[in-house]
């Protein structure tokens, strides 16, 4: 379940230079820390530590700016899930596995939980506070049917009976899993923990692959 990062409309997307993924990453941390609401280009400055006037240099409008991170953040975590999901590529052979994909999401949800866990924040507050902005909508919705997409592939795969009513239920599971973790304060969950919940939620909906 690993499907292709959406992309957002050429004229919209700024050139993308290690000078621009810098400013997109510092917006990141800004949207992680305090919302949209701390974010403007002068923020975005201040926490790449570069000279005022660089993010707007890149990103002319807060419309834009908002559309890149939220690119950002997509190719990212495509990248990410690539790396940490062992049946990208083999679908068909790993979806009757479900210990095996349970192991691979608990690697990626691991990631997204430590090291990740600001652009998981980040992620969070531009899909909660992005559906007031109308300009992301379309690429919200896109983000969002490519993965639900995928969902449905995957569970196709499994013998799954119905994997388009299942398919969305399967994202909402896994997603509250890390939602869950993000908004609770205690400790977090180890590896080991995220992979024995991940097989619960596979089993729920692959109840002939959990027998």
């Known amino acids: 379940m690993t499907p292709d990062a959406p992309r957002l409309p050429g004229p919209s997307r700024p050139a993308r230079t290690t ?14 820390d305090t919302g949209l609401r701390g974010l403007t280009h002068r923020s975005v400055d201040a926490r790449a530590q570069v000279p005022a006037g660089s993010a707007s240099y ?20 495509a990248a ?7 049946f990208a590529d083999e679908a068909s052979a790993q979806a009757t596995d479900l210990t095996g994909m349970a192991a691979g999401w608990a690697r990626l949800f691991a990631h997204w939980l430590g090291p990740g866990r600001q652009r998981l924040r980040a992620r969070y507050a531009l899909y909660l506070e992005g559906r007031h902005h ?35 239920l399967l994202v909402a599971l896994l997603d509250g899993l ?10 977090g969950v180890d590896e080991a923990e995220l992979r024995r919940r991940i097989e619960v939620i596979l089993g729920a909906v692959l109840p002939h692959l959990a027998r």
Do not use: C, K, M
């Open 178 to 187: 890390l939602y869950d973790q993000i908004i609770r304060g205690g400790p």
């Open 134 to 168: 109308p300009e992301l909508h379309e690429l919200l919705d896109t983000a969002s049917a490519q993965f639900v997409g995928g969902a449905r592939e995957l569970l196709a795969a499994a013998g799954a009976p119905d994997p388009d009513r299942d398919g969305p």
């Open 58 to 77: 890149y990103f002319r409008t807060r419309v834009a700016l908002l559309q890149a991170i939220l690119q950002r953040l997509i190719d990212l975590d």
């Open 80 to 86: 990410d899930s690539a790396a940490y999901l062992p």
């Open 19 to 32: 000078r621009a993924d810098a400013l997109l990453d510092a917006a990141i941390a800004v949207v992680a």
